[in-house]
């Protein structure tokens, strides 16, 4: 048997790997603290003109706070009641959420969800999400009713097929009792693996569920969902768009399209809002 030590190489660099490609993060009770620029305000009632709450769903390590400090006032501006949480927290872990396993993580969501519907008095929202945020919520849909109370989801680099961390993952199986470490303390991380129990329930008997609107956003420099082609979904009402499509000039990987890319914030606004969309292109920037 390996030593520990070494068991625990591939882990400690499938973590590190990840943690290194997100901001410094503040603690959730800090988050919960922090101003939020206009959203999470519970009294927000939605117009004729966005008549549907917008929740925001975090990544992986992320909060609700920290996550949309550009995104969330973005949506806000234009006139748009918006909501964000948190999720997916370890006993004992105070500094980085969405760890947690994701089934669970879905049920968090299905809470928070009904929260925001009974403050805003609406009988739907539109979900918005970057990274596992984009991809957690589909199985909130699919399996804990979510459905029917879901008018669209947005997904910014969603690890919807899971991801290799660039071949990182394939790695796993020559060191024995890595991939157990990892579920153990990261349920959530192991849960975005390629090919990982979680993703073949989610993604079992189709991608998507009838009533719902799926858009994707991706770049092709996302060196954490990787392939990045694998983000994209199949089904009936899904818009599968590539950030370099909208603007070759985007060079995004995949924390700044969620974090601070403008380009990707036109092309939410354009899924929130279809009826009204326009197009999108690298003077979306200003816009």
């Given at each position: 048997?390996?030593?520990?030590?070494?068991?625990?190489?591939?882990?400690?660099?499938?973590?590190?790997?990840?943690?290194?490609?997100?901001?410094?993060?503040?603690?959730?009770?800090?988050?919960?603290?922090?101003?939020?620029?206009?959203?999470?305000?519970?009294?927000?009632?939605?117009?004729?003109?966005?008549?549907?709450?917008?929740?925001?769903?975090?990544?992986?390590?992320?909060?609700?706070?920290?996550?949309?400090?550009?995104?969330?006032?973005?949506?806000?501006?234009?006139?748009?009641?918006?909501?964000?949480?948190?999720?997916?927290?370890?006993?004992?872990?105070?500094?980085?959420?969405?760890?947690?396993?994701?089934?669970?993580?879905?049920?968090?969501?299905?809470?928070?969800?009904?929260?925001?519907?009974?403050?805003?008095?609406?009988?739907?929202?539109?979900?918005?999400?970057?990274?596992?945020?984009?991809?957690?919520?589909?199985?909130?849909?699919?399996?804990?009713?979510?459905?029917?109370?879901?008018?669209?989801?947005?997904?910014?680099?969603?690890?919807?097929?899971?991801?290799?961390?660039?071949?990182?993952t394939n790695l796993l199986p020559y060191f024995p009792?890595?991939?157990?470490?990892?579920?153990?303390?990261?349920?959530?991380?192991?849960?975005?693996?390629?090919?990982?129990?979680?993703?073949?329930?989610?993604?079992?008997?189709?991608?998507?569920?009838?009533?719902?609107?799926?858009?994707?956003?991706?770049?092709?420099?996302?060196?954490?969902?990787?392939?990045?082609?694998?983000?994209?979904?199949n089904g009936p009402d899904v818009t599968n768009v590539?950030?370099?499509?909208?603007?070759?000039?985007?060079?995004?990987?995949?924390?700044?399209?969620?974090?601070?890319?403008?380009?990707?914030?036109?092309?939410?606004?354009?899924?929130?809002?279809?009826?009204?969309?326009?197009?999108?292109?690298?003077?979306?920037?200003?816009?």
């Amino acid at each position: 048997m390996l030593p520990w030590n070494r068991a625990l190489r591939p882990l400690s660099a499938l973590l590190l790997t990840a943690a290194a490609t997100v901001l410094p993060a503040a603690t959730t009770a800090q988050a919960a603290a922090a101003p939020s620029s206009g959203w999470n305000n519970y009294s927000c009632k939605p117009s004729a003109a966005h008549p549907r709450p917008v929740v925001l769903v975090p990544g992986t390590f992320g909060n609700s706070v920290d996550n949309f400090l550009a995104l969330a006032p973005y949506l806000v501006n234009r006139g748009y009641c918006v909501f964000s949480l948190d999720y997916g927290q370890l006993p004992g872990e105070t500094f980085f959420d969405g760890l947690g396993p994701i089934d669970a993580s879905a049920g968090q969501l299905s809470v928070f969800v009904d929260k925001v519907l009974a403050a805003t008095g609406t009988p739907k929202a539109d979900i918005v999400g970057h990274s596992q945020g984009g991809m957690m919520p589909n199985y909130y849909l699919k399996f804990l009713g979510g459905a029917a109370k879901v008018n669209s989801l947005t997904g910014i680099a969603p690890d919807n097929h899971g991801t290799t961390l660039s071949g990182l993952t394939n790695l796993l199986p020559y060191f024995p009792g890595a991939a157990d470490l990892l579920k153990k303390g990261a349920p959530g991380l192991s849960d975005q693996v390629v090919g990982s129990p979680f993703l073949t329930k989610l993604n079992a008997g189709g991608d998507t569920v009838p009533g719902v609107r799926y858009t994707v956003i991706a770049t092709r420099y996302d060196e954490v969902v990787t392939p990045y082609k694998s983000q994209f979904l199949n089904g009936p009402d899904v818009t599968n768009v590539l950030l370099q499509d909208k603007c070759a000039l985007d060079i995004s990987e995949h924390v700044t399209i969620g974090l601070t890319d403008r380009i990707a914030y036109h092309e939410v606004a354009n899924s929130l809002d279809p009826a009204h969309a326009s197009p999108t292109t690298c003077a979306s920037v200003i816009g």
